[in-house]
């Protein structure tokens, strides 16, 4: 039998089953997403469910953070698939509310981290974390999760994330998740989804490029500049890859590094034909 489970879209609903598991003393566990699910978020549901009495599936896919009109309009929206998976994998249930609801007339009040925004996908998307931000803030607001789950794979994501929390003060624990991997070591992302065959049997030169780069790190390069062209040259193996960046920053603060000392990750962003996917890996020196 399918598993089914409901499907709120207003911020009412949400707010009386939020009101609903504090008055029996639920701990709620959310998992945000813009939908199209995959492992990635499946694992993130899995997680949540062992941690939480009630677990939520946020679904919206959110205008504020697309920098490009077409790439907000080409991102996959398949709710009935999304919903019965995030049943199967022990959601409770989904909110998936209309663009109106959470971005009223009128809207004109954003969430802004500052520095940590600034580099790596920040620099070709500079209104990206204010969207991330407001929608996530509002989420936390809406169902007043005591946990909320994201994934390592969107690294500077999870550190401004991170960063917001402490320094608004909020209750809720940001718990990471390690990104899950296709077999041929592609991370998982909705994105994938719009790789042509070609493409796709291309796109794990990113996973290569990072892991070339951890292989030179474990036997004792130290010079970024030297890493940086280790990976430079294994993503010329596919031509048509064009890179947007990449960066060795410090794992907490997201700051550049020339020299890897402590915890650094290794993180890059790359257009596959129309589709720009990033990856990272951590690296201990
Ligand atoms: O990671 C995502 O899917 C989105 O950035 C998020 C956190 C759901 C906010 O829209």
């Known amino acids: 039998m399918t598993a089914s489970i409901p499907?709120?879209?207003?911020?009412d609903e949400m707010r009386a089953a939020v009101d609903e598991a504090h008055a029996r003393g639920a701990s709620i566990g959310l998992v945000a997403t813009m939908g199209a699910l995959h492992e990635g978020h499946l694992s993130l549901i899995r997680a949540a469910r062992a941690e939480n009495d009630l677990v939520v599936v946020s679904i919206f896919v959110n205008p504020a953070q697309f920098d490009e009109k077409d790439d907000l309009r080409r991102y996959p929206r398949v709710l009935e698939d999304d919903s019965r998976l995030s049943a199967e994998a022990g959601a409770d249930l989904v909110f998936s509310p209309p663009v109106g609801e959470m971005y009223p007339e009128g809207f004109a009040t954003w969430v802004q981290?500052?520095?940590?925004?600034?580099?790596?996908c920040g620099r070709s998307r500079p209104r990206h974390f204010r969207g991330v931000c407001t929608v996530v803030m509002k989420l936390f607001?809406?169902?007043?999760?005591?946990?909320?789950?994201?994934?390592?794979k969107d690294a500077q994501q999870l550190a401004v994330i991170t960063r917001m929390v402490r320094d608004l003060d909020m209750r809720v624990t940001i718990v990471p998740c390690p990104t899950v991997r296709e077999p041929d070591g592609l991370a998982m992302s909705s994105r994938n989804r719009r790789?042509?065959?070609?493409e796709r049997a291309e796109?794990?030169?990113?996973?290569?490029?990072?892991?070339a780069a951890r292989d030179r790190v474990q036997a004792g390069e130290r010079d970024a500049a030297v890493l940086k062209s280790a990976i430079r040259s294994v993503l010329s193996e596919v031509p048509t890859a064009e890179i947007d960046y990449i960066e060795i920053v410090r794992a907490h603060d997201l700051s550049s590094v020339a020299t890897l000392s402590g915890t650094c990750l290794i993180a890059l962003a790359v257009r596959i034909g129309?589709?720009?996917?990033?990856?990272?890996?951590?690296?201990?020196?």
Request: net charge negative; charged share 25%.
């Open 7 to 11: 499907c709120l879209s207003t911020i």
């Open 113 to 120: 981290v500052e520095e940590l925004t600034e580099g790596m």
């Open 141 to 152: 607001h809406i169902c007043s999760p005591d946990r909320a789950y994201f994934g390592e």
């Open 195 to 198: 790789l042509n065959p070609e």
């Open 203 to 211: 796109a794990p030169v990113l996973y290569r490029a990072l892991t």
């Open 274 to 285: 129309r589709t720009r996917l990033i990856d990272n890996i951590r690296v201990r020196a």
